[in-house]
């Protein structure tokens, strides 16, 4: 995490807790770059659970929630700690991507589409590349959704959760349903993403 400008809004991060927490990692030998792989593993942990579904369902709803304490926590040491290194951009990015499959992914297969997880799994990344681009171009970052990064795992948490105590609601499979909105709502976030850059590039050139 090198960036300060280019992060997501987390009302998290100004808690006192999530500030006590990220000052003791930063006075310890945890890099910002490890706790960015570190989401990686959360999110392999929340895939297989997925697939394995019934009570591992638990464990996927834990594991999301573990990928998003270290997107919160990598940040916070980067940046606040003052330990952000020259490849911090990469470690910033590059695992994020790796996670929304992993996790997207591993719904998929547990909901018995597997086509449907990768499809989410691509829209995702699709969101984070438009961000990127009109990022690089000089845009502010565009976290806008309606399903951006929060929006997508507070989904498949909420979807974990709820089809472990009923896994079809009103005749309909809670982790496909999940699975759906997140790829929909990813896809529009994606299209949404694009037109504001269109619009915002036309202004400049304008």
């Known amino acids: 995490m090198s960036d300060p400008e280019s992060r997501r809004p987390i009302a998290t991060r100004d808690t006192k807790l999530a500030q006590r927490f990220a000052r003791w990692l930063a006075c310890t030998s945890v890099t910002p770059n490890a706790i960015s792989a570190g989401s990686v593993v959360f999110a ?22 573990g990928r998003l304490l270290c997107n919160l926590f990598d940040g916070m040491v980067a940046v606040e700690g003052g330990k952000s290194g020259p490849d911090g951009a990469f470690w910033n990015e590059a695992p994020d991507r790796f996670a929304d499959i992993l996790i997207l992914v591993g719904m998929g ?16 990344v699709l969101t984070a590349y438009v961000r990127e681009a009109g990022h690089a ?3 502010a970052s565009d976290f806008s959704g309606p399903m ?9 948490t909420g979807a974990a959760v709820l089809a472990l105590i009923a896994p079809e609601v009103l005749g309909v499979p809670v982790l496909q ?9 990813a896809l529009a976030t994606a299209l949404r993403r694009s037109v504001r850059l269109v619009v915002w590039l036309r202004a400049q050139g304008g």
Not at 49 to 65: D, E, H, N, R, S
Not at 148 to 156: C, F, I, L, N
């Open 44 to 65: 392999a942990m929340a895939g297989a659970a997925f697939w394995a579904g019934g009570g591992w369902l638990i464990l996927a709803a834990l594991a999301v929630q």
């Open 109 to 124: 297969l547990g909901a018995g589409l597997p086509a449907l997880g990768w499809a989410a799994g691509c829209f995702a």
């Open 137 to 139: 171009q000089g845009m």
């Open 148 to 156: 951006a990064k929060p929006q997508r795992m507070a989904v498949a």
């Open 177 to 185: 349903a999940g699975l759906w909105i997140i790829a929909v709502g």
